[in-house]
């Protein structure tokens, strides 16, 4: 049977923007309260009002999410105004296109520390915390489908995705005897601030092409298709959330015969 998702509180990283705001418009739709967090506060408050639009309550955490005891501040937000917490979706994340050789070490450790360490102290917090009380709960990273394969010159950004489908999967086994779900999310190519954030920090454009050209239109999809999957994994969860069958299909195979991941690699994203 479907979880009734009313009344239920969701806490959401990377919220002022792209998918984490469009995931927190579908979960007030479906009836969740929220704590929302980023960096950018004046489009954080806006997301927070279309939220409240839907008669929904949000309250909004804005900081730098490797800022010391900022994951803290979110699930004691939650629990001070709401009483508790249900849902954590880290999802505050960001990417860039260099060739490995090339990435500096600091560059290397500050996309850990943003896509893979903060979200992964946030997750475990959240789970220290649904134990503590007896509580079931649901847990997500978003994550990314190169976390199943990389593209030229995205090997940080993929290794960091990989990372974080790790850390979902073990979370998912240790978690499941308190009865806590886990799940990791693997959008493709989403039309979102993503690609142009990732062009200014490398001074040119990122979004990785096509063995036939660049990315049509109809080959991406809109932060709300991310959004639907994700609301429609809570109430029915599932390990991994995919809005791509073929993309799922080919990373399969691509770990099935990595000579052809090797091809692919090399065309798409040169
Ligand atoms: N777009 C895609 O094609 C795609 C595909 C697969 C996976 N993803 C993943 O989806 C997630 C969301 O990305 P998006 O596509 O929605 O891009 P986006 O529109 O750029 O959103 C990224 C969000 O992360 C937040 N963020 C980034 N760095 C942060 C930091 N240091 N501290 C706190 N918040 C931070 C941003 O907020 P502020 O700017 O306000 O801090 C923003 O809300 C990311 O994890 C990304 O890797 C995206």
């Not at 903060?118 to 649904?130: G, I, K, P, V």
């Not at 693997?186 to 979102?192: F, V």
């Amino acid at each position: 049977m479907a979880r009734d998702l009313t009344d239920q509180v969701v806490v959401i990283t990377g919220a002022s923007s792209g998918i984490g705001a469009a995931t927190a418009v579908a979960c007030a739709r479906a009836g969740m309260d929220m704590v929302l967090s980023g960096r950018d506060a004046a489009r954080l408050d806006d997301v927070a009002r279309q939220v409240r639009a839907t008669g929904r309550g949000a309250e909004t955490v804005a900081g730098d999410i490797t800022d010391a005891g900022l994951n803290t501040r979110l699930l004691d937000t939650a629990a001070a105004r709401f009483g508790r917490f249900d849902v954590v979706l880290a999802n505050a994340g960001y990417g860039f296109k260099r060739p490995m050789h090339e990435t500096g070490e600091a560059e290397l450790r500050r996309i850990f520390e943003v896509n893979f360490f903060a979200a992964s102290a946030l997750l475990c917090e959240a789970a220290r915390r649904l134990i503590a009380v007896g509580r079931r709960g649901h847990l997500l990273m978003t994550s990314s489908a190169v976390a199943k394969f990389t593209l030229v010159n995205f090997g940080a950004y993929s290794a960091t995705k990989a990372a974080q489908n790790h850390v979902c999967r073990a979370l998912r086994l240790e978690l499941h005897p308190h009865g806590i779900e886990v799940s990791s999310v693997h959008p493709i190519t989403t039309r979102t601030g993503f690609f142009r954030r990732a062009d200014e920090y490398v001074g040119q454009p990122t979004e990785p092409a096509l063995p036939f050209g660049r990315a049509p239109a109809w080959f991406t999809q809109p932060p709300e298709r991310v959004a639907e999957a994700i609301v429609r994994c809570l109430r029915r969860p599932r390990p991994e959330v995919w809005t791509s069958f073929t993309t799922r299909l080919a990373a399969g195979l691509m770990t099935a015969f990595p000579r052809m991941a090797d091809v692919i690699g090399r065309r798409v994203g040169d």
